[in-house]
């Protein structure tokens, strides 16, 4: 059974930084493809950024690019997102994703993950 629990969530004010780690079990954690969604109220869920666990190749959506950063550790099974010059408009749950398979994209939707976190608050305050 593939679980994913994620940490490191919390409230920071604009401009602060916060680490979310995503730890998988159950899962074939090499050569597949991990990454986070967020969610605010009233809105769609939106992936944020992914990472290839093969060769840790990243992808990002434009809102984030040059602000977080994803990363894993292969050894103990586990995707980071370092996020840096938050800004209000982060505000949102964030949930650590995985799937099967090697495609791996900025583009990725909710419907291409099979598993997901319970998910982990980020509120920025201006």
């Known amino acids: 059974q593939v679980q994913l629990v994620e940490s490191g969530g919390g409230s920071v004010q604009t401009g602060g930084s916060l680490r979310l780690s995503c730890a998988a079990s159950?899962?074939?954690?090499?050569?597949?493809?991990m990454g986070w969604f967020r969610q605010a109220p009233g809105k769609e869920r939106e992936g944020v950024a992914f990472?290839?666990?093969?060769?840790?190749?990243?992808y990002y959506v434009d809102s984030v690019k040059g602000r977080f950063a994803i990363s894993r550790d292969n050894a103990k099974n586990t995707v980071s997102l370092q996020m840096n010059s938050l800004k209000p408009e982060d505000t949102a749950m964030y949930y650590c994703?995985?799937?099967?398979?090697?495609?791996?994209?900025?583009?990725?939707?909710?419907?291409?993950?099979?598993?997901w976190g319970q998910g982990t608050q980020v509120t920025v305050s201006s």
């Open positions: 994703a995985a799937k099967r398979g090697t495609v791996c994209a900025h583009t990725l939707r909710v419907d291409n993950f099979a598993y």
């Open positions: 159950g899962y074939p954690f090499s050569n597949n493809c």
């Open positions: 990472i290839y666990t093969g060769d840790g190749t990243t």
